[in-house]
């Protein structure tokens, strides 16, 4: 079993920067990728970014060039730097971790970023 715990969301005005940690927990062996999904009100939950055990990133179109992820491995820690945000990006935000062999997904409970002035 894997935990994931989310936080660093919040209010913060167009054009402005957050950072989200998704601290993890458990079985962390076999994970094969981590990553950031959101789901904003009445609309589906959508990927924002992945990150995969060798490094290798992925990001949604929406988002490239402004959100950056990353991970400190002995931390068990992913990240989400988030600049110039717009009040589109305003979601709850939730971590991944995905256990391919298995095909097993993983998720935090989420944390809201609201975008707005």
């Known amino acids: 079993q894997v935990q994931l715990v989310e936080s660093g969301g919040g209010l913060v005005q167009p054009g402005g920067s957050l950072r989200l940690s998704c601290a993890a927990s458990?079985?962390?062996?076999?994970?094969?990728?981590m990553g950031w999904y959101r789901q904003a009100p009445g609309k589906q939950r959508e990927l924002v970014a992945t990150i995969t055990s060798p490094g290798n990133t992925n990001y949604a179109d929406s988002v490239k060039g402004r959100f950056t992820i990353s991970r400190d491995n002995a931390k068990n820690t992913l990240y989400l730097q988030m600049n110039s945000l717009k009040p589109e990006d305003t979601a709850v935000y939730y971590c991944?971790?995905?256990?391919?062999?298995?095909?097993?997904?993983?998720w935090g409970k989420g944390t809201l970023v609201t975008v707005s002035s």
């Open positions: 458990g079985t962390m062996l076999g994970i094969s990728a």
């Open positions: 991944n971790a995905r256990r391919a062999i298995i095909a097993m997904d993983y």
